[in-house]
């Protein structure tokens, strides 16, 4: 079975300042996908990052950056310097190899204040 | 190029309705996915396609859901009499491959009255 939990449901930040968004997955396979889609007001699931087991570099776009690690099953999001665009429901979702479907976190709700 | 699109974007019906649900993936993309996301239950896997097969359905809730893709493409959801704990937003989504990450649509909002 592979479990997916995001602990903070709702998340306020003043804008300009820095967010991290945690991600704790549980699997019995040793290969596997972690993702993180952004969902915004619009309601669209928009891919943020893939992540396959393999690949424990951090990973850093622009103000994103992604904190893979396995010792501790976790997968955290960090925005730098928030913006009110980045206010979204954000999930974490994970995939097995050889089973297609994604498993999804319960989402954290970010609201950036402006 | 184009994204994943679905029809119609808002449903109103009435229980005991029967509903379809459209989804056009992404062109050249041979996987699709349907996913349904409600309050009570977050976001739930419902079925996938290879091609016009489906190796999993693992996700429909009961007999009343069924799907169908028809020349590797254009997929279509139904609900047969719909019960108003169908309500919720059904997403679809597309890969090019196996394995590959998987592209939303803008979703269905069904709403059962």
């Known amino acids: 079975a592979q479990k997916v939990t995001q602990a903070q449901t709702e998340i306020s930040v003043v804008e300009k300042e820095d967010v991290t968004l945690d991600c704790v997955y549980e699997?019995?396979?040793?290969?596997?996908?972690l993702f993180w889609y952004k969902q915004p007001p619009s309601g669209e699931l928009v891919f943020l990052i893939r992540?396959?087991?393999?690949?424990?570099q951090n990973e850093i776009s622009g103000r994103y950056s992604w904190n893979f690690q396995k010792s501790t099953s976790s997968f955290n999001f960090t925005i730098t310097a928030s913006q009110v665009v980045d206010s979204a429901v954000y999930f974490c979702?994970?995939?097995?190899?050889?089973?297609?479907?994604?498993?999804f976190g319960t989402g954290t709700r970010l609201t950036i204040i402006p | 190029g184009a994204g994943v699109s679905q029809s119609p974007s808002n449903k109103v019906t009435e229980k005991g309705k029967d509903v379809e649900l459209r989804c056009d993936p992404i062109?050249?993309?041979?996987?699709l996915y349907w996913y349904r996301q409600s309050l009570g239950q977050g976001l739930e896997f419902l079925i996938y396609?290879?091609?016009?097969?489906?190796?999993?359905k693992s996700g429909l809730p009961s007999d009343r859901f069924s799907a169908e893709r028809t020349g590797g493409s254009v997929s279509t959801l139904t609900i047969q009499r719909t019960q108003q704990e169908d309500s919720a937003v059904y997403l679809c989504?597309?890969?090019?491959?196996?394995?590959?990450?998987?592209?939303f649509g803008p979703g269905t909002r069904l709403l059962v009255l």
């Open positions: 699997t019995r396979d040793t290969t596997y996908y």
């Open positions: 062109s050249g993309h041979t996987a």
């Open positions: 979702a994970l995939s097995n190899f050889g089973n297609e479907k994604l498993t």
């Open positions: 992540r396959n087991s393999f690949d424990e």
């Open positions: 396609f290879q091609g016009n097969s489906a190796p999993d």
């Open positions: 989504a597309s890969t090019r491959g196996s394995q590959e990450t998987q592209y």
